[in-house]
């Protein structure tokens, strides 16, 4: 029995995202449809910061800088080359002048990721609590304000335009299985656990011998790594791109995702972010009139703002641990006894 | 038991996703073109950042709309107006906006007065082949420059920066008589930089003298040290082209250190409310589509003016009329193509408005600058926080970027 708990776990999350496009492409409107696309590409997001956060238990409000890297960077490269000397005159001539294609600029972007990650994490994986948080804040200041500045690299404070639109749900929908792939390859790994032990008592851990700075830089440029690629898929959905889409609010949205569906679990991350989505998209909707089973609904606006907001709090409230209490799913060889388990 | 509740709660998960995802597949109302109307969409930011401009373009839109209808429409057609609110600019409510108005029927789009913030809308369109039209983007970048061949059919009604910052230029050097500038950039969006950029051109070209040339960007908390610099120059005149969150420091603070130097900007500093407390705004000069003061020279702005405030909705800023202006822009388009809505077919006309009347002056379009240049200018002084209308001003030649 135990040898396919690993398999039910696995299976909850993909199953979840699963349902969400099969459910989406086929019921949706095609008018929808791309809110839709950009909730499961939030799934991606939230599973590549789990990596980092939920193994570590140190909160990074850092992991959107490398979404920022590697969406910029796979956006800027996808440009055709002979679009780019107009749109974007003041790049380098090496960016200016070449293209890759969109595998390839998901490539890079997840490259990017990493390398950033791992640059970036020598020095901050040494800290832990609260400076740690503010550290990580700081990078993605450092980040914010290079892309928005500096414009031999991008396109500055504008909006980076003709974007090739890649992303469908096809492209998201494997994206995202992707990411929950290797975010649960690693925790499952040697050196996950590892990360876990730390997690739960960093003294014993150490006196195990696991080196905990090591194995949170590891965890961190794994989460870079597929942050970047998360950004590649995000950056191909939307088709333009601005650096204020890929700072603070993105950052908090996804934090709040993860804390919502309970951060110590992929299927929490997973969970997290579909739940505040699926809220963000009825209310939104709402505030432009909706029919729900005959019921005519049109909310003021900023209801989508304040009430999930309000929907975050109830459930923090009522399930201090998120959704998932920050269990994965494990379906017994039976059906009678059923549970989630605890990671 | 426990177990049992634990099932329960993932079955009741999936079933979420299964249940969201049917109520709201059910929200979409769909449509198509009816024969006797012609659908408009229009995408814009109604109760973010761009709303103080979105809104009252809106509104004077859906007022010329009526007028058009009350005459009989467009060759006996009706033109309905559908919109839809992007949520503060969110590129994926952006997208889903123009995907449901075109579902509903919509054959031509509109959106909001930034090119940045209405970049996904844009592309949306332009993607269906739509002609997109801005009622006050004004920068170059509403066409083929930010778009590249699909930009063909993008154009706003807004004037390209290029006039406006000439218009500013030659006001203030041969009307004025101001011989040597200050200029202030605001890098935060385009059409803020490239104003002074075609102020500087023009103003160099006419003979004046820059004197010192400081930047920013809103937001990076650098205000008051360019406050200090540009008070450590003496000029004529100091000129800008900015509203956001750093402009009432920037007037309050050069004023506060005893600076009266005349100070002009671009219709970014246009209406009132960005007044700073405590400061009263005089020496002040800009340039607007139109005065909202009460005091405009056009007899239809003024009409258009009393209707929107009769509706309880009075413009804040003279961009409004540009919501009229590319209506009538619009209407003259389909017009021409007799009756055709067909995007590629509008966009080849309207490339070709040289001199349109329209209710907020002579629009004219060219291959390269889909904005418009050529429009007849309201000069706007301010002294002690009251605005008043000077004298209509029209560029002579386009600056440079």
Redesign the interface.
């Known amino acids: 029995m135990r040898r396919t708990t690993w398999l039910q776990e696995l299976l ?1 999350p993909i ?2 995202v699963a ?2 496009a099969i ?2 492409s086929l ?12 909730a499961i590409v939030y799934v991606a997001i939230v599973a590549a910061l789990y990596v980092f956060v939920g193994n570590s238990g140190v909160l990074s409000f850092g992991q959107v800088s490398f979404v920022a890297v590697g969406a910029f960077s796979a956006g800027v490269m996808t440009i ?1 080359a002979g ?1 780019k000397p ?2 974007l005159p003041t790049l380098f001539p090496l960016l200016r002048d070449h293209s890759i294609s969109n595998v390839w600029s998901l490539v890079l972007a997840a490259g990017l990721g990493g390398v950033y990650a791992f640059a970036v994490g020598i020095p901050l994986m040494r800290l832990s609590g609260i400076a740690a948080g503010i550290a990580t804040l700081a990078v993605l200041g450092i980040t914010y304000n290079l892309l ?2 500096w414009n031999s690299i991008g396109p ?4 980076l ?2 974007i090739p ?1 890649t992303t469908d749900y096809w492209q998201a929908t494997v994206g995202a299985i992707s990411v929950i792939l290797v975010a649960f390859g690693y925790q499952r790994s040697r050196f996950g656990r590892q990360l876990r032990a730390a997690r739960e008592d960093p003294a014993a851990a150490r006196a195990a011998g696991i080196d905990i700075h090591r194995q949170r830089l590891w965890a961190f440029t794994l989460s870079g790594a597929l942050s970047g690629f998360t950004g590649g898929l995000y950056v191909h ?6 650096t204020n ?1 890929v700072y603070l609010d993105l950052t908090f949205l996804t934090l709040a995702m993860l804390v919502v569906g309970g951060i110590s679990s992929l299927l929490g991350a997973v ?1 997290g972010a ?2 505040i989505s ?1 809220f963000t ?2 209310l ?2 709402s ?2 009139g ?4 005959g019921w005519g609904i049109k909310a003021p ?2 209801t ?1 703002l304040v009430g999930v907001a309000v929907v975050m709090l109830v459930i923090l409230l009522l399930r201090p641990a998120g ?2 209490g920050g ?1 994965e ?1 494990s ?1 017994p060889s039976t059906f009678a ?4 388990r605890s990671r | 038991m426990r177990g049992t509740k634990r099932w329960g709660l993932a079955v009741a998960l999936a079933l979420v996703v299964a249940i969201a995802v049917a109520a709201v597949g059910v929200t979409t109302a769909s449509g198509a073109q009816s024969a006797g109307t012609i659908k408009l969409a229009y995408v814009a930011d109604f109760t973010g950042q761009m709303a103080p401009f979105d809104n009252p373009a809106l509104t004077a839109a859906k007022l010329e709309i009526k007028n058009v209808n009350a005459k009989g429409g467009v060759l006996g057609k009706k033109l309905v107006l559908l919109q839809c609110d992007t949520q503060n600019s969110k590129p994926d409510v952006s997208k889903s906006c123009v995907d449901n108005l075109v579902g509903q029927g919509a054959v031509i789009g509109l959106v909001t007065c930034d090119v940045d913030a209405a970049t996904a809308a844009i592309q949306e369109f332009l993607n269906k082949n739509l002609l997109t039209v801005s009622p006050c983007i004004g920068t170059d970048q509403m066409g083929p420059k930010r778009f590249g061949a699909k930009g063909k059919l993008a154009f706003s009604f807004g004037n390209v920066a290029q006039d406006e910052g000439a218009a500013m230029a030659e006001y203030a050097y041969n009307v004025k008589h101001w011989k040597t500038a200050i200029t202030v950039t605001d890098n935060v969006i385009v059409y803020f930089k490239n104003i002074v950029q075609a102020f500087t051109s023009r103003f160099k070209q006419l003979g004046g003298k820059i004197v010192d040339a400081e930047s920013f960007t809103a937001g990076d908390k650098t205000i008051s040290s360019v406050v200090s610099r540009v008070n450590s120059h003496k000029a004529a005149v100091i000129v800008t082209s900015d509203g956001f969150a750093d402009w009432p420091t920037e007037f309050a603070g050069i004023r506060s250190l005893g600076n009266n130097t005349p100070i002009m900007n671009s219709w970014a500093g246009d209406g009132t409310y960005w007044y700073p407390k405590g400061t009263k705004v005089s020496n002040y000069w800009y340039v607007t589509y139109a005065s909202v003061f009460g005091d405009d020279p056009s007899p239809q702005v003024k009409a258009l003016i009393a209707q929107m405030k009769a509706i309880h909705q009075p413009p804040a800023t003279g961009a409004f009329v540009q919501g009229s202006a590319a209506i009538d822009g619009i209407v003259a388009a389909i017009k021409s193509a007799k009756g055709s809505t067909t995007g590629s077919t509008l966009a080849a006309i309207m490339v070709k408005f040289h001199n349109l009347p329209t209710i907020s002056g002579k629009v004219s379009f060219s291959p390269s600058l889909h904005s418009v240049f050529g429009r007849a200018y309201r000069v706007m002084e301010v002294q002690n926080s009251k605005p008043k209308f000077v004298q209509l001003y029209t560029t002579k030649k386009l600056g440079t970027l």
Do not use: C, M
């Open positions: 909850a199953a979840l349902l969400l459910a989406s019921w949706v409107s095609s008018a929808d449809q791309s809110k839709f696309q950009t055709p679009t107009g749109v928005t500045y500055g404070a504008t909006t335009s003709l639109e959905l939307l088709g333009s791109i601005q889409q969970v579909i739940a699926l998209i009825l939104g909707n505030e432009e909706i029919h729900v089973f606006a900023g989508s959704i998932t269990r799913f379906l006894r059923p549970r989630l």
